[in-house]
């Protein structure tokens, strides 16, 4: 409680009754000194004399009403002016009026009953600040989330999802260089060079734009990394970044449901005049994989010589042609249906290499499995 009175003895005298009653009094003898208080002290009700040197109580009330931080302040006038100082007093903002000289039962009553009334706006003023607060960690978080989900969706355009989401799972550390065995597909278009020459660019996009999109179905529906788009050339890889059994069956079901769909799509672009057939080449070994690029535009990439046996193989298959590395076919553990090619001598390579023309897996395999994708 602050007691505001120019008068010792009256100060001592509110002391003398409320701090019997558990109240802790602090004492103003003047308007200015009693603003100061409440600029230091935590009040929880203000007794104040109407009539004081300097400031009255009518302008400190009014102050300590235009104040936020004691707006709601509970304040008693204390008076011997009698009752027509009450209505003005009231006015002034007021809680309560007091006359001199007063009851002290009254007085503890009323000290009471409004310092009861201030612990309930103090609650609720805390509630509130704790609502506040937990509204802004609520922001927060949703914003930590919108924030996550924007970096997740930037992160696809350029990443596999399975890549996306280890970069933010991991902290990046997914993309750190390290080597691993893989199994890696590469295909292209045939004629694409002289079409794109002869052909009008809009209609070059149109047929990527369909060419692209049943890549980019079958590839995230075999759970492959795509590695990149090189107009007409995809390279695709397997068991990185997150492990998969069998990846050279994963492999050959993807190519030969990419070539069967993309046999159908060439049915479409040669009624238009546009003769398009697809070669692919797959191999597997060990690269060394991690983030190349610069700050601001990075990929995730294989390198090695296993993606160049790859992309060779490619080059050299003939129009819907799988041809695939003897690595692959020692590792699935089965047959597959097809023919031999070579050994065939490829740029950047020194010896010979033995390839498969396949054309499905050992009993249906590669149909039945690409059945169930689709």
């Known amino acids: 409680m602050l007691a505001v009175d120019d008068e010792p003895v009256n100060l001592r005298l509110i002391d003398a009754v409320l701090s019997p009653q558990g109240e802790r009094v602090l004492t103003a003898r003047s308007g200015e000194e009693a603003l100061e208080l409440l600029r230091t002290a935590d009040v929880d009700l203000v007794l104040l004399d109407l009539v004081l040197p300097g400031l009255d109580g009518y302008e400190v009330c009014r ?21 027509q100082q009450k209505l003005p007093a009231l006015q002034a903002g007021a809680d309560d009026f007091v006359t001199k000289p007063f009851n002290q039962t009254e007085l503890i009553t009323r000290v009471r009953s409004l310092a009861r009334v201030k612990r309930y706006h103090d609650t609720i003023a805390r509630q509130a600040a704790e609502l506040a607060a937990w509204n802004a960690e609520l922001e927060q978080r949703v914003q930590a989330q919108v924030d996550e989900l924007e970096r997740i969706s930037r992160l696809r355009r350029f990443l596999a999802p399975q890549v996306a989401d280890l970069v933010v799972d991991s902290g990046g550390a997914v993309l750190d260089s390290h080597r691993r065995d893989v199994v890696v597909v590469f295909c292209d278009l045939r004629g694409f060079t002289s079409f794109a020459e002869a052909t009008e660019p809009e209609e070059v996009m149109e047929v990527l734009a369909s060419y692209h999109a049943v890549l980019g179905e079958l590839v995230f529906a075999f759970e492959g990394t795509l590695e990149r788009f090189t107009g007409d050339g995809v390279m695709i890889f397997f068991n990185d970044p997150v492990p998969c059994e069998d990846p050279g069956g994963r492999a050959l079901r993807m190519a030969l449901e990419i070539r069967a769909r993309v046999r159908a799509l060439s049915e479409r672009w040669s009624r238009r005049g546009h003769d398009l057939a697809l070669g692919i080449g797959v191999a597997s070994g060990y690269a060394t994989l991690g983030r190349i690029g610069f700050e601001g535009r990075s990929d995730y990439a294989a390198i090695g010589s296993v993606t160049n046996l790859s992309a060779r193989l490619c080059s050299v298959a003939g129009p819907w042609q799988v041809l695939v590395a003897p690595r692959v076919l020692a590792d699935l553990g089965y047959d597959v249906v097809g023919e031999p090619v070579g050994p065939l001598t490829l740029r950047g390579f020194s010896r010979p290499v033995a390839a498969t023309a396949v054309e499905d897996l050992e009993d249906g395999r590669g149909a039945e499995l690409r059945d169930a994708q689709t």
């Not at 004691?70 to 008076?79: D, E, K, Q, Y």
Request: proline share 10%.
């Open 63 to 83: 102050r300590i009403r235009s104040d936020p931080a004691t707006a709601f302040l509970p304040v008693v006038m204390i008076t011997a002016s009698g009752q």
